[in-house]
């Protein structure tokens, strides 16, 4: 798993909520009617209470993403060490067996 990845999401993150209110669409017509203006402003809220659920949901999911990867990097870890441990093993045992070959 590429090493790079974690700090991206992780500073990606932050600004997940910004980039969704940005990208909110209007849902009425514009009009300087106070009821219309009203009925927009419930909408917006309405989305914007939708959109935050949405968004701890996201995050909650992230998380738990990058958690799991987390532990997949430290196992291919431990599984890089002890594959260059064996290597390195295997590397002496046969240097000592070349070396008796060569003595006797």
């Known amino acids: 798993m590429a090493a790079w990845l974690i700090p991206v999401i992780k500073s990606i993150l932050p600004h997940v909520g910004t980039i969704i ?3 909110a669409p209007v849902f009425t ?3 300087g009617d106070t009821a219309t203006l009203q009925q927009q402003v419930t909408e917006l809220q309405s989305a914007a209470s939708a959109n935050d659920a949405h968004i701890k949901d996201l995050a909650a999911q992230m998380q738990l993403a990058i958690e799991a990867l987390e532990k997949g990097t430290k196992l291919a870890q431990r599984a890089y060490r002890h594959a ?3 290597g390195i093993s295997a590397f002496i045992i046969s240097l000592t067996a070349l070396s008796l070959v060569l003595l006797n």
Request: zero cysteines; charged letters at 20%.
């Open 29 to 31: 017509r514009k009009s």
């Open 84 to 86: 260059m441990l064996l």
């Open 21 to 23: 209110s940005a990208a």
